[in-house]
């Protein structure tokens, strides 16, 4: 009986209630549970979500039209100058608008004409290569009373010479100006820096030195295009006479 009872236990378990129970057998890899998948967090799938959104409106947005607008293409063009602080060319305005180069150039030219046909207070200059904004000529004894207050903010006449050397010879030295002026320049220069009226263009090869020319406030300050547009020195200069005797008065 012993054997057959030692028998019996190692072929199967024996239950309490002598029913036979089978041993554990390896897993099958097949019935092990298959991993579940991870879900992206809440916030992120809400921001792909906005993100698809607001490319597909991108995408629908049909491209700014100024002839939409209120006044046409010429009101658009009024209301940018009339924020710019600097002028700005008809290339990039068209660029901004959306709009033909030639044709918001014939657009300004028609607004510049109207504006001085009827004499309003201002008057669209194209000066220093681009378009502004500027109260008329004729009136800045008015514009300089409410600014200045009677009080007129000039250059002084060592400043305008110094000026007009580097206008006419630019680009210059400090060293070539003292020359031509025949005193020393260096705080008369840094006052026109300062003014915004001159700047630095680059340095002499042959002796390092920083050369000087004129701005585009400049232009705008004389309401030149260019300065193609300076006025011709021979009026200005004294005859051949008088310069030998100046020579001859700078030597003695």
Excluded at 118 to 133: D, E, H, I, T, V
Excluded at 213 to 219: H, Q, R
Aim: a negative charge; charged letters at 25%; glycine letters at 6%.
């Amino acid at each position: 009986m012993n054997d057959i009872a030692t028998d019996v236990t190692d072929a199967t378990d024996v239950t309490d209630e002598g029913s036979p129970v089978e041993a554990p057998g390896p897993v099958d890899s097949a019935d092990q549970a298959e991993p579940t998948e991870q879900v992206e967090p809440t916030e992120q799938v809400e921001a792909t979500e906005q993100a698809q959104a607001a490319g597909a409106e991108a995408a629908q947005e049909p491209p700014f039209d100024p002839e939409q607008v209120p006044g046409g293409l010429r009101a658009a063009l009024e209301a940018v100058l009339m924020v710019v602080e600097e002028p700005v060319t008809a290339a990039s305005l068209a660029a901004a608008l959306q709009r033909p180069e030639a044709l918001v150039e014939e657009t300004l030219t028609a607004i510049a004409a109207d504006d001085e046909e009827s004499r309003r207070g201002f008057a669209l200059l194209c000066l220093a290569g681009g378009w502004r904004y500027y109260s008329r000529h004729d009136l800045a004894p008015v514009v300089e009373k409410y600014l200045l207050d009677g009080q007129r903010a000039r250059l002084s006449q060592a400043a305008l010479e110094t000026l007009a050397v580097i206008a006419y010879r630019q680009p210059v030295s400090r060293a070539r100006v003292s020359a031509v002026r025949g005193v020393n320049v260096d705080g008369v220069v840094r006052t026109l820096l300062t003014r915004g009226l001159i700047t630095e263009t680059g340095v002499d090869d042959d002796h390092g030195a920083v050369l000087y020319g004129t701005t585009a406030y400049f232009l705008q300050r004389l309401g030149l295009r260019s300065l193609d547009e300076l006025p011709p020195l021979a009026p200005y200069l004294p005859d051949s006479d008088l310069l030998d005797d100046l020579i001859q008065e700078r030597d003695a």
